[in-house]
Each structure stands twice: as C-alpha cells, then as structure tokens.
C-alpha cells in the first residue's frame, strides 16, 4: 500500500494547523501572515463563488435547452445532460471553499459554544486539522484521478473526462484556503443567529 498521501497530507496538515496557530494572535510577524493569509482568501474565494455561481448558471442553461430541446423539438441533445452533471459537480466542489469560510458546514456547535479560552482553540484547531486532512485527501487522488481519465472523453461532451474531475483538486485548493481563514477571521453569523 501507498502511504505517501496520507504522510505528506498529515505532515502538511500539522505544519498549516501549527503555523495558524502561531498566526492566529499576536503582532508583528504573525500579524502580518494573518493578513496576508486573509487577503488571498478574500480573493480566492471571491474567484470561487463567482466560478460556481457561474458553473450553476451554465447548470441551468444548459438543463433548460434539455427541456426545450427533448418537449419542444422532440429532439434530445445529447449533449447538454453531460454538461449539467460537470457544471454541478464543479459548483459544489467550488462552494464548498465558500461554505468552508463561512463557517456554514455542519460543525461541532455545542462544544464550541460552551467552551472557552485554549480548550476552544484546541477544538478549533482540531475541526481545522480534520478539514485540512479530509481536503489533503480530496487534492491528492482527485489529481491522481484527473490525471488518469484524461484520455478518455466524456459521452456527449467529447472533451477529456479530467475536466470533471479537476474539480475535486481545485476546489480542495480553495477550500483549504477558506478553511485556514476561517480558523484565523472565524465567521459563524448562521450559528449565532440560530441561538
């Protein structure tokens, strides 16, 4: 068995949990990474929302002229269901970089909230180690993935089937951004709010 994913994915998740932690308070040096950190994440997932907004959009158009094209003209396209697929696939690997910085995936809520000072840290660093890890995952055999399909081409599409699964490496780069800010600018408005 192949165990160098999961030891690049654990030593790189450690160094970013650990660097976010010497990050995430602090002047100087730390400040200036914080910022730095939350500056590319403000921008990369800005390029992630509008990506998927726009992948949802192609989504819609695309099932829509199936709809006219399969009722109306009575004849399918027979390209447009592989479009949809791919363009949906790719909003929610692209959302997720969006859902993960703002704090709106399913999270460990209770033990959050009744938790203060380092324990809350620690739990916070711990859900980041956990996303990091998971994500580490996604970008290793979704590259492996992407790589190996990409002779083979999509049935109605004819375009390699490695633009469907570079979505999985992409979004898990973007995802990890979002995640690591959020670890840094936590933003749960939806969980406060739900108080």
């Known amino acids: 068995m192949n165990l160098l994913p999961l030891q690049v994915t654990v030593a790189a998740t450690l160094l970013t949990v650990a660097a976010a932690l010497w990050a995430g308070s602090g002047d100087g040096a730390r400040a200036g990474l914080r910022r730095a950190i939350l500056t590319i994440d403000g921008v990369s997932t800005g390029i992630a929302a509008l990506l998927a907004s726009l992948a949802m959009a192609v989504a819609v158009f695309a099932g829509l002229w199936q709809v006219v094209a399969r009722f109306a003209t009575e004849t399918p396209s027979i390209w447009s269901e592989a479009l949809v697929r791919t363009a949906l696939i790719w909003m929610a690997f692209l959302g997720l970089a969006v859902a993960l910085r703002a704090g709106a995936l399913v999270s460990i809520d209770v033990a959050h909230r009744y938790s203060s000072g380092a324990l809350r840290r620690g739990?916070?660093?711990?859900?980041?180690?956990?996303?990091?890890?998971?994500?580490?995952?996604?970008?290793?055999?979704?590259?492996?993935?992407?790589?190996?399909?990409?002779?083979?081409?999509?049935?109605?599409?004819?375009?390699?089937?490695?633009?469907?699964?570079?979505?999985?490496?992409?979004?898990a780069v973007f995802a990890m951004v979002g995640a690591v800010a959020h670890f840094l600018d936590r933003r749960s408005e939806e969980l406060e709010a739900a108080v």
Do not use: C, D
């Open 123 to 171: 739990i916070e660093a711990a859900a980041l180690a956990a996303s990091l890890s998971m994500l580490g995952i996604m970008f290793w055999f979704g590259w492996e993935m992407a790589r190996r399909v990409q002779f083979q081409e999509m049935a109605g599409l004819e375009v390699s089937m490695s633009w469907g699964y570079a979505a999985i490496p992409f979004g």
